[in-house]
């Protein structure tokens, strides 16, 4: 499988075991024109049989991380119903997609992440952010509803329902301050430290074997929708009798008790299925 990825408003490229990916519209803060939605959801699509690749380290070029959706690209016309719907879920599938692809996503945040922005930052795993950071549902604020692409399931679930209300139904902006109380980000970094801090998260990562990292995102993503203590427990029964069962798993214990860096296999599984990639 390649290595390397081609887009023009993307920058991606293979490190390892680690996917570095950047927002890359510089010029017009990283806002969400038709080109870019297709290729992000086209990257997060194409993760889930990179069984290479075991975390993303996102972040953005230039002082925001991502402004939402490009109005300048608008139209004077109306689409119909049925085309609007399918140009809705073009953009909404790409945080779908987030969750699906069993690799962990670092998001380094600096600067604004509005509206899509905002809501492709709560899509990823952890949040850093640079005390610049600020973040909002600006999609009330240009005519429309603030539950759009994820942010009504992903933020009442992250700071409640009432914080959730209130930051959606004014569209204010919420500051890194705010943010990190919430628990909306795990950590507020120096704008200058802010890569070095996401370098050290995925390191901590790395540290678990490719299965267990992988099974431990989508347990998380279960759990969080699941109905009973009872669910949680079996999905969690299931994790470990799996885990335990790969190679990997002497090879973590055996680098544990001798103090080193565990070295363990690079792929999972063969080869995606036809008209995979």
Request: hydrophobic share 45%; proline share 3%.
């Amino acid at each position: 499988m390649s290595q390397t990825f081609s887009y023009r408003h993307l920058k991606a490229s293979v490190d390892g075991a680690v996917l570095r990916l950047t927002l890359d519209r510089p010029e017009i803060s990283n806002a969400l024109n038709e080109a870019m939605v297709e290729e992000l959801r086209d990257l997060f699509q194409t993760l889930y049989w990179r069984h290479d690749i075991r975390v993303v380290l996102l972040d953005a070029n230039g002082r925001n991380f991502c402004a939402g959706l490009d109005l300048t690209e608008r139209s004077g016309g109306l689409a119909t119903t049925a085309e609007a719907l399918v140009g809705q879920r073009r953009i909404s599938q790409i945080v779908v997609a987030m969750r699906r692809c069993p690799q962990p996503i670092v998001a380094l945040l600096n600067g604004a992440a509005s509206g899509g922005g905002f809501a492709i930052a709560l899509a990823a795993d952890v949040r850093l952010a640079a005390p610049t950071a600020r973040m909002n549902a600006a999609f009330i604020r240009v005519g429309l509803s603030a539950c759009d692409i994820g942010v009504s399931y992903f933020l009442p679930r992250m700071v409640g329902a009432s914080v959730a209300a209130e930051y959606m139904l004014t569209g204010r902006f919420m500051s890194a301050e705010r943010a990190a109380q919430l628990g909306l980000v795990s950590q507020i970094v120096e704008a200058d430290g802010l890569l070095g801090a996401g370098e050290a998260m995925v390191n901590d990562m790395l540290h678990a074997t490719p299965l267990g990292l992988r099974l431990t995102k989508e347990a998380l993503g279960f759990a969080i929708d699941a109905n009973s203590l009872e669910a949680v427990i079996a999905i969690e029964d299931r994790n470990q009798v799996l885990s335990s069962q790969s190679d990997d798993f002497a090879e973590g214990v055996a680098a544990f008790r001798q103090k080193r860096r565990p070295t363990y296999a690079q792929s999972l599984s063969g080869p995606a299925p036809d008209g995979q990639s």
